[in-house]
């Protein structure tokens, strides 16, 4: 049985370093029938490539890209997907979150059509597919019959492939385990989950984002009174708070807008940080664990943010993904007015930098675009490079690569 592969090894956790091939300017991979690609990207390096996950609107399918002399692209799971498999003929695809471990390509994402969670596999000789909660899924280990699987992320800790994502039915944070010859779900925080720790009865689980700190895993998360939640599991137990939005105390930056969602979470200088979204005035948010205490700052946005260096007033921070790339904390992120486009924040150990690095009136040619573009960002690092996949407006998947003195851009697949 497949499945006998998929509990040894490390993963990658938001950070991820690759090898092989060296930039060069590459042809768009043309589908047939023009599809509307591109949203809901998860990155990753596997096997020295560069890979993404990503969603195709048009056929309702699970896409795959990856980089190997060339971008090469393929229909995995979905409507007219062939091979067998466990592969299903609903719609699939959305929320996706790849994950590389003991040697194996992996995926997390949804059934569209039933709202259930589906796990991808690549054994290293053929891909392998399975429904694991929701609707109809059978099994027991705590699972669920909910509308399910929305807003996945994956990583692995003390041996074993996990996923937090979001429960609509019950207003649940969800966490899956592999734990070694079976998957055990659970519902961890959110209306009617017992155990105290700092629960809440609220609506939970939107827009997670999961990864490693002090070799526990730790799982940021929107509360959707307009709070930022956090979850710890301390080893036997998981521990739970609301660190930022209205009604939270504390100071150190916190606010009382609405706050929290489109997370993105990363260790820099061995600190736990984590970038978010402030939908009540439309900035960027940045969260940061010192060691003993949280701070909180608007990074980008509105007239309200100060420091210059870039900063726009625009409505900006949706869709972060945030990296460390030569010693520097930085994020990717969406700018919706003017027009749509991809904004790149830059920490340079003494001070915030910004950009807009692509879409309408972005100059320096090399690929850009003037069309809608950012959102749906997933960043990694490869061939010592650091890289976005992102979304355009038009339905076509982007692609960013800073080659260590430009930003260089194309379109792998459309």
């Given amino acids: ?120 596999v690549w054994t290293g000789n053929g891909w392998f597919f399975e429904s694991l909660d929701g609707s109809g899924v059978g099994g027991g280990n705590g699972r669920n019959s909910d509308n399910t699987a929305y807003y996945n992320t994956a990583v692995i800790y003390n041996g074993q492939v996990q996923d937090y994502f979001y429960d609509k039915t019950g207003g649940l944070l969800r966490h899956a385990v592999w734990g070694g010859s079976a998957w055990f779900f659970e519902s961890l925080d959110g209306n009617g989950v017992s155990g105290g720790n700092g629960r809440t009865s609220d609506n939970v689980g939107y827009y997670a984002s999961a990864v490693l700190y002090n070799s526990v895993v730790q799982v940021f998360y929107w509360d959707a009174s307009g709070l930022l939640r956090h979850a710890v599991w301390g080893g036997g137990e998981w521990f739970f708070e609301s660190l930022d939005g209205n009604g939270v105390s504390g100071g150190n930056g916190r606010t009382a807008d609405n706050v929290g969602s489109y997370n993105s979470a990363v260790v820099y200088n061995g600190q736990l940080q984590d970038f978010s979204w402030d939908m009540t005035v439309g900035v960027l948010r940045h969260a940061v664990w010192d060691g003993s205490g949280w701070f909180f700052e608007s990074l980008d946005g509105a007239t309200t943010v100060s420091g210059g260096n870039g900063r726009t007033a625009d409505n900006v921070g949706p869709g972060s993904s945030a990296v460390v790339y030569n010693g520097q904390l930085q994020d990717f992120y969406y700018d919706d007015n003017p027009g749509g486009l991809l904004r790149h924040a830059v920490w340079n150990g003494g001070n915030w930098f910004f950009e807009s690095l692509d879409g309408n009136g972005v100059s320096g040619g090399n690929g850009r675009t003037s069309d809608n573009v950012g959102s749906w960002d997933s960043a990694l690092l490869y061939n010592g490079q650091v890289q976005d996949f992102y979304a355009d407006g038009t339905g076509v998947l982007r692609h960013t690569v800073w080659n260590g003195s430009t930003w260089l851009f194309e379109t792998p697949a459309q």
Wanted: aromatic content about 12%; glycine content about 14%; proline content about 2%.
């Fill in 1 to 120: 049985m497949w499945r006998k592969w998929l509990l040894r090894g490390i993963m990658v956790v938001l950070v991820l370093a690759g090898a092989s091939a060296l930039w060069a300017p590459r042809p768009a991979v043309v589908r047939a029938g023009g599809d509307s690609v591109g949203t809901d990207n998860s990155g990753v390096v596997y096997n020295g490539q560069a890979q993404d996950f990503y969603f195709d609107s048009t056929t309702n399918t699970l896409q795959h890209a990856w980089y190997a002399g060339g971008w090469h692209t393929e229909t995995l799971d979905g409507p007219g997907a062939s091979g067998g498999n466990g592969r299903t003929s609903v719609n699939v695809g959305k929320y996706n979150s790849a994950v590389v471990f003991d040697g194996q390509l992996q995926d997390f994402y949804q059934d569209t059509t039933n709202n259930v969670l589906r796990h991808a």
